[in-house]
């Protein structure tokens, strides 16, 4: 134990709560959606914030170096029904600064048994979560990443404010959400972030089983590196002005507690606020994933490895750079049927038997109109318009599209010899 943390004179430690009158739930109401026609403008939309702990401590302690945190997900029954449960975890996560040393800062409160326990556990920097069917408080700070336009296109409620780490939640956002929530934010997050990870194709021009469109829609994948520019965002904000000046905690016998310093609370602040401010942090999560190469090794092992089955039936940038590698459609040698309006056709001499039988050979691929097209351009027609003419065509218009398509299959055919 130490004298690490001091309640502010105005908490009761005894309060619990009796049933929410209609119009205080109706106030928590408002503040989660926007009714009675408001409507979120980019300039406030979305945002996450941070409550501080100041509005309960005086005084807090800050670790040195704080661990990577843990999340722990728990049931919270209703408030008024598991109130004390519902304030321990409210306490814990407030004191978010002292990361691992929660359990040592908090252990002259009464705690429930359930936080007790994972204190007892020693030094890790655990942070609860409440555990609900939706998984809302989890994927929180993705789903309050997200603009406006991009909820509408999902089915996704227009819930005002995020909090971070979760404090409390009055309002009850579980009883607002679809029943399909989970799988409506993957699609709404798969979508914010395909541009990033392959530009140029649009997330429809792949199946379902591509691997990397499969880590888009992995919302666990995600949230590792969305907390960790949470957390750097938090120790960034400013100390309130408590008066409270820096020193370390002394322990039980006297001796000072080297972990960390007893000092002022953070001040309560936005984490972002607005569509440009939430769409740096995508940026930042992004970097966050690929934090030592880890999420480009991932795309680029995927990329050298494509099979056909990764890709839909709606062609791509990347679907046709697949079919230029798999068919070695990008050569040094081009197969080209030019227009000469002014010569005559010329045998090489180097045309011999051999090279006459290839080209037997890829006649016989061809359709009789066809055929006929390569024949008069080997007789002395040069030009589209005589040929159509020859062919009993109007313009030379059909000509030019078969001409293409014997382009391409002298291109796959010759490839072989």
Known sequence: MMNAIELADSV????????????IARIHRSD????DGTTPTPEHFPRMRHLSAGDVFTVV????????????????????????????????????EAAQFRGRAMARIELPDEIRAVAARGDHNVVFVPRTRSRYYEYAPLMHLLPRATLDRFGLPWLRTGQWPFVADFAGAEQYLPADFETRLSRAWASTVWRDLISGSPISGFSTDDPIRILAHNLDFW???VTNVLEQILRGLPPSDNGVEEEPPT???GTPFGGGVRTNPRVAADLWCGEAEAADVVHRTIEAADAGGRLRGILEAVRANRVEDDFSERWTNARIDFERKLHHTRNKVKVRFVEL????PVQSPDTEIEGRLVTADFMALLDPTSRQIVVLLNSGYTNLTEIAQALGYRNHSPVSKRLTRIRDQATRFFDDY
Request: net charge negative.
């Open 12 to 23: 009761d430690v005894a309060y619990a709560p009796k049933a929410m009158p209609p119009e």
């Open 32 to 35: 989660l959606l926007y009714e």
């Open 61 to 96: 302690l800050r670790a040195h170096s704080p661990l990577p945190a843990e999340y722990l997900t728990v049931p919270l029954p209703p408030m008024t029904s598991a109130w004390r449960l519902t304030l321990g975890v409210a306490w814990w996560n407030l004191l978010c």
């Open 223 to 225: 949230l590792p590196p």
């Open 251 to 253: 322990l039980e016998d």
């Open 341 to 344: 309006t002014d010569t005559i």
